[in-house]
């Protein structure tokens, strides 16, 4: 049920605050999972509506690791917080608009 309010894990006022703001330059932490064959740890160089791409120490490029599924952790001012990829699956650019004002896809 793509309503059900408890389908869903809710975001803290402080998390979707942190999250709001600039993801880029963000260091992250993402154990392997089904969605992630190997762990990747490294820094957000650049995000899309369904990726990110992290550079990664030892690696020539970046790795791009698609949002849906993913979780980890993320670095913010605000602290380490748990990084959840569907909760952040939109366009950047409409991310603040979202988690902030409760636009027409709202985040729980």
């Known amino acids: 049920m793509p309503n059900d309010p408890t389908s869903a894990p809710r975001l803290s006022r402080v998390e979707r605050e942190a999250l709001a703001g600039e993801l880029i330059g963000a260091p992250v932490d993402l154990p392997a999972s089904p969605a992630l064959r190997a762990p990747v740890r490294g ?30 952790t993320i670095v913010l001012p605000a602290g380490e917080l748990p990084l959840r990829g569907e909760l952040l699956r939109v366009r950047p650019e409409d991310r603040t608009k979202r988690l902030l004002a409760g636009g027409p896809r709202r985040f729980r």
């Open 43 to 72: 820094t957000i160089v650049d995000e899309t509506l369904s990726t990110f791409r992290v550079r990664v120490a030892g690696r020539a490029g970046p790795v791009c690791v698609a949002k849906p599924g993913l979780e980890g």
